[in-house]
């Protein structure tokens, strides 16, 4: 099962703590369970008038909510990595040295190129042809392939935290600078 973008929408209503009263968001948050179930805590109907004084209120003729749900430090990583991918974009450049890199927009990958690799303030001028957006997959494909300077490849560990990470922005460059 895949988490879809309905899933991380309920986990973000939840933030705060959320009483669930629709058979829809009740699947929602089982599936989003079944997943992971460190994402969500579910609070039963017996303690959540602890949590909602609405439901503290109901005697049991009312309709009642089908649980609780606050979300959980881990969910709210998943989230964040979520929300973190769907905004960051991959850039590569080839002249005059090869950069992958992550960057909000194309003027924010400009910056980090001109910054990082060229190591110049004076190369303002890309051509179209000289930067272009590649696919997230692409990237994560063309990152996975970095070998620290001994030519060993990365471990799954370093790649996925530092693909994810919205501040590490160069992932590959010229191994010749």
């Not at 109901?58 to 089908?66: I, N």
């Not at 450049?93 to 001109?114: G, M, N, S």
Request: hydrophobic share 35%.
């Amino acid at each position: 099962m895949k988490l879809e973008q309905k899933h991380i929408d309920l986990m973000k209503s939840c933030e705060s703590g959320a009483t669930i009263w629709g058979y829809g968001d009740a699947l929602l948050a089982r599936e989003i369970q079944k997943f992971d179930p460190s994402f969500l805590k579910f609070i039963g109907n017996d303690e959540l008038g602890k949590y909602d004084p609405e439901v503290e209120k109901l005697t049991g003729a009312e309709r009642m909510p089908y649980f609780g749900l606050i979300l959980q430090p881990d969910g709210m990583a998943y989230v964040e990595r979520w929300e973190g991918e769907r905004t960051m974009k991959f850039y590569e450049i080839h002249d005059p040295y090869y950069a992958l890199i992550k960057a909000t927009d194309k003027a924010d990958a400009e910056k980090v190129y001109i910054e990082s690799v060229a190591d110049t303030d004076d190369y303002e001028n890309f051509q179209e042809d000289e930067i272009r957006e590649v696919e997230r997959d692409y990237a994560l494909v063309m990152f996975s392939q970095i070998q620290d300077h001994d030519g060993t490849c990365a471990g799954y560990d370093f790649i996925s935290k530092a693909f994810h990470d919205p501040d590490f922005k160069l992932l590959k460059m010229d191994g010749s600078l």
